[in-house]
């Protein structure tokens, strides 16, 4: 084998007892969440606002969070299947002929977890909730939160897409070299581009930029710039390296003129909505 390419069989779980298992892929969204609390304490204090809001905060996001990016996942994606299996939406189970009773009451279902997310779901979602969060606990504007919460998204999107790493999903095309990685726990046998990590380190290096135009300018006094930048760039990010990916539906790999997909069709108004946020005229 050429020592360009690398032969990813990494188990993507870290821990399985008695068929219940746990997965790098969790472990990365318990990180994210506990790193994003510590980093948003400071910017609370920084702003003047009492840091027990952080507890709401937390619940507002978690929520918002896992229920769009499911329906996202359902509506965006896979409609096709779910609309035959309702239950399955709001249950982390599936239906399969020949599994054994679940808990001893459910014949021929299976215990999965819920295996379905997409983040664009979460891009409509959490902004909403924020809309709540902030009219209820902090009497502030609605883009005010949204400034300093792109800000964390950011840092999450790098640990998620981690975790999509481990359980070698999601990832890119033939590479046609020796260069990539050879995803053999998902059968696959030749290189392939590691868009899992080209989009982990793109949001990592995002992140690191609107902390800095958080703390070292005064953007963050320009309200919804610092948010619109998180729109342009990670939705940007999120477009060209679509064109790296596999398509994880298919039929849904050509919806615009035979070269765009789902996830970059959802992309381009995400786009423009932050671009309109950053030069907006503001009082």
């Known amino acids: 084998m050429n020592f360009l390419s690398i032969v990813w069989d990494w188990n993507p779980e870290l821990i399985n007892i008695g068929g219940f298992g746990i ?16 980093l948003m304490k400071k910017i609370y204090i920084n702003d003047n606002i009492p840091v027990e809001k952080l507890d709401p905060l937390f619940m507002y996001v978690f929520v918002s969070m896992l229920i769009g990016m499911r329906l996202g996942d359902v509506f965006f994606y896979s409609w096709d299947y779910y609309q035959n299996h309702l239950l399955e939406i709001i249950l982390p189970i599936k239906k399969q002929e020949g599994a054994s009773a679940l808990f001893g009451l459910l014949d021929g279902w299976k215990f999965t977890g819920f295996t379905g997310f ?11 909730a924020m809309y709540f969060y902030a009219k209820k606990h902090l009497q502030k504007p609605w883009l005010f939160i949204l400034d300093r919460l792109g800000i964390m998204v950011a840092l999450a999107g790098f640990f998620i897409r981690f975790g999509n790493f481990f359980n070698s999903e999601i ?11 050879i995803f053999e726990l998902a059968g696959e046998t030749v290189p392939r581009h590691p868009t899992q990590l080209y989009e982990a380190f ?7 930029s609107l ?9 963050k006094n320009q309200t919804g710039f610092l948010f619109g930048l998180f729109m342009v760039v990670l939705w940007s990010l999120r477009f060209v390296i679509e064109f790296l990916k596999e398509a ?3 039929g849904r790999e050509d919806w615009v003129f035979n070269s ?10 995400l786009v423009l909505i932050g671009f309109w946020l950053m030069f907006r005229k503001t009082k």
């Open 171 to 181: 990832y890119g095309k033939p590479t046609g070299s020796s260069f990539g990685v």
């Open 260 to 269: 765009l997909n789902t996830g970059q069709v959802l992309s381009i108004p």
């Open 211 to 219: 902390w800095y135009f958080y703390w070292k300018t005064d953007k």
């Open 23 to 38: 997965r790098w892929y969790s472990l990365m969204f318990v990180a994210a969440f506990i790193l994003g609390l510590r």
């Open 248 to 250: 994880q539906v298919e």
């Open 202 to 208: 793109s949001y990592l290096v995002l992140f690191f």
């Open 118 to 128: 997409a983040s664009h779901g979460a891009a409509i979602a959490i902004p909403i």
